[in-house]
């Protein structure tokens, strides 16, 4: 161990319960982040810049996701 190492990042836990994945995509550029959507409020919490198909499957990995992830514009 390094005296000057980085802690390891792990990332928010969101109960499947009250937040849904998506992906908020923009119509003019066509960028992509991948949020976390309150079900009761819509409130998102951006979590991550979707750039190539493994950004993605990273998301889905954390998030445990299979299948589609719902687009919002």
Request: charged share 35%; glycine share 6%.
């Amino acid at each position: 161990m390094g005296l000057f190492s980085r802690k390891k990042e792990t990332p928010p836990q969101f109960p499947s319960e009250q937040y849904e994945p998506v992906l908020r995509c923009s119509i003019c550029t066509g960028e992509q982040v991948a949020c976390m959507r309150e079900r009761e409020t819509g409130r998102l919490r951006e979590l991550m810049l979707i750039r190539t198909e493994a950004d993605l499957d990273a998301f889905r990995r954390t998030c445990g996701v299979s299948g589609e992830i719902r687009r919002i514009y």
